[in-house]
Structures are given as C-alpha cells and as structure tokens.
C-alpha cells in the first residue's frame, strides 16, 4: 500500500526556523518531492530529492534517508508569505505517478 | 519552468449535467498528465493517468464511466465529469511531468478548476 504521513499543521515565528517531516511506506520509489500550495492555488514544485542527503536551495533545505522512508524540509528565515501547505509527494517507479501526502499546514506568525 | 494551463477556473453547473476541463501543457509536449481531485483542506488525491493516444488509467475506486478522460494530442487533455452531482463539487487540478535530461521531472499543474454541482 501507499501511506505517506506528515504532521497536519505547524505554527512558527516569523525570522525563526522551521522543520517539516515526512514518513513514507510506498510499493515504489523514484524520488522525493517537496511542493507548497496557498490555499485555493495550485501546489508549485520546491525540491527533489532521491539520493540520501540534504539538498539546499535558498531558503529551503529538504533532506532524505531512504532507508528510513523518512525526509524533511527545513525553511529558514522564515517569512509570513511562507504561510502555507507543504505537500510531500512520492514518485513510483516506473513512470512519472506521483502520490501526495495530506499535507502540513504551516501558520508563520509576527 | 513549464506551463500547463487549465480551464476553466469555475464552473457552476446542475445536478445531472456534464461538464469538461481542458489541461494544456502550452510550451511543451506531454504525453502523460495526471488528474488529482482535491477536497477542501484535503490533500491531492490522484484520480487518473492520462495517456496520450491511449486509454487512461484510473485509480482505484474511480469510475472511469463517470469521469471520462480523453487526451487526444500532445499538449492536451480533457476531464469530462459526466451526470454531475453535489458529491462532485471539488477543486479539480491537472498537471504533467517535463520530461528532459536537465528536469527532475516534477509536475507542473494547471490552475485548478472549482466544480460545484446546484
């Protein structure tokens, strides 16, 4: 089965950082990957992981242990446009099907 | 980065009707697309796979009679929910893979489409 978990909602301090996890147990794997949707808008890609590591980008870190089935993304300096959704996503293998996970709600406060 | 467009943004419609939305990827060719449903605060749950020039494949508990894909070129593809009902009202979303030897092949989504069945 397909079962990716992370936590529903976080709330964090604008400047501070902030760590999302994820956990996956899929039949298949092809990738990592990390998206954020404002509400009512379309989910807009933030990273790609599939070997073990950390991957940076900007402001945004997003960090993978296959062998755990677990990664993280980490957003530094955060701002209150970081507000948002942060989807986990898990590529199968074999072509490009994507599976999402519910979701993090991230709530950036002053 | 690649552009899919969908259309339309809102659709109102009555309990019974058909209603179609297009996803079009405008600057480069697809042959697959993905259909995902999501329901308020909810995740994207991925409904079909749509493949051009063949038939689509649909995920499990989705009717493939009721929700009728066809993707007849290489930049487009079409969702048809047909005998809408207030149970459909949903944000429909497409998206697609850039496929290329410079791309993680993330999707691109369209902007979404707002069904609500009266």
């Known amino acids: 089965g397909q079962n990716i978990d992370q936590p529903t909602e976080m709330t964090a301090t604008e400047g501070a950082i902030v760590q999302i996890n994820c956990t996956y147990q899929?039949?298949?794997?092809?990738?990592l990957f990390w998206y954020q949707q404002h509400a009512g808008e379309a989910p807009t890609f933030l990273s790609y992981?599939?070997?073990?590591g950390l991957e940076e980008k900007g402001r945004f870190s997003s960090f993978l242990s296959r062998s755990k089935g677990y990664s993280y993304l980490l957003l530094k300096e955060l701002q209150m446009k970081d507000s948002a959704s942060y989807l986990c996503?898990?590529?199968?293998?074999?072509?490009?099907?994507?599976?999402f996970g519910a979701g993090t709600r991230l709530f950036v406060k002053a | 980065g690649a552009v899919v467009s969908q259309h339309p943004s809102w659709v109102i419609c009555k309990s019974g009707t058909s209603v179609k939305i297009e996803c079009r990827s405008l600057?480069?060719?697809?042959?697959?697309m993905f259909w995902y449903r999501q329901f308020p605060k909810q995740s994207l749950m991925l409904m079909a796979t749509?493949?051009?020039?063949?038939?689509?494949?649909?995920e499990q508990g989705v009717e493939k009679d009721k929700f009728l894909i066809n993707h007849a070129s290489l930049t487009l593809s079409t969702l048809t929910v047909t005998s809408a009902h207030p149970e459909d009202s949903s944000f429909y979303i497409c998206?697609?893979?850039?496929?290329?030897?410079?791309?993680?092949?993330?999707?691109?989504f369209g902007e979404g489409s707002r069904l609500t069945v009266l």
């Open positions: 899929t039949s298949g794997f092809n990738g």
């Open positions: 998206s697609a893979p850039e496929l290329g030897a410079a791309t993680t092949g993330e999707l691109f």
């Open positions: 600057d480069f060719q697809a042959t697959t």
């Open positions: 996503a898990v590529r199968d293998t074999g072509g490009f099907k994507t599976i």
């Open positions: 992981n599939v070997l073990d």
């Open positions: 749509s493949n051009e020039g063949s038939k689509a494949t649909y």
